[in-house]
């Protein structure tokens, strides 16, 4: 199936920790993008990648950091873990130009607490 | 500052009424707006995207338009099902290759 992929789905951990979440896109696109849905629901962008190279760089905490090996691939490594980062987080994808390129797909979201 | 605001919050309504989702967006020179299905626990699915340059844009019983000069958009679901039950989020992305910009969301009770 072409679609946007995440792991894990769930991830629950204790605060201090560090852990990462992955993403993959094989729909071929050239953006790639971190939102962060808070526990009143409200989705906001932390960062995009445009060709591997950081193009939106939200204001958040730099103990988030994005890294993104291939077109294909943006991976959130979380350090310090902190109750505030406990959110739903989604990987979404998009290629940038003209006409219907700019529809953002979006992952199935990973479900992080921090206990 | 770039906003979208969704109303109303929530919305019950009985199988098969005809219902009207409200987007308004500040400062008209959008890219495109899409409109997203959120269920409860599960991911964004993209319903209809609608290009700055349309006015409207229509799937199945779905149908979305785009008012630029008023900051609006609305979703209307003909014949709501019990399965239309959902959080329905608007998106306006300002400038190709940026981040979507949200509303809230919608949360829509449809009862049999």
Known sequence: ???VSQTPKYLVTQMGNDKSIKC???LGHDTMYWYKQDSKKFLKIMFSYNNKELIINETVPNRFSPKSPDK???NLHINSLELGDSAVYFCASSRTGGGLYNEQFFGPGTRLTVL | KQEVTQIPAALSVPEGENLVLNCSFTDSAIYNLQ???QDPGKGLTS???I???QREQTSGRLNASLDKSSGRSTLYIAASQPGDSATYLCAVLWQAGTALIFGKGTTLSVSS
């Open chain 1, 1 to 3: 199936d072409t679609a």
């Open chain 2, 47 to 49: 319903l209809l995207l």
């Open chain 2, 51 to 53: 290009q700055s340059s």
């Open chain 1, 72 to 74: 294909a691939h943006l």
């Open chain 1, 24 to 26: 993959e896109q094989n």
């Open chain 2, 35 to 37: 409109w997203f299905r």
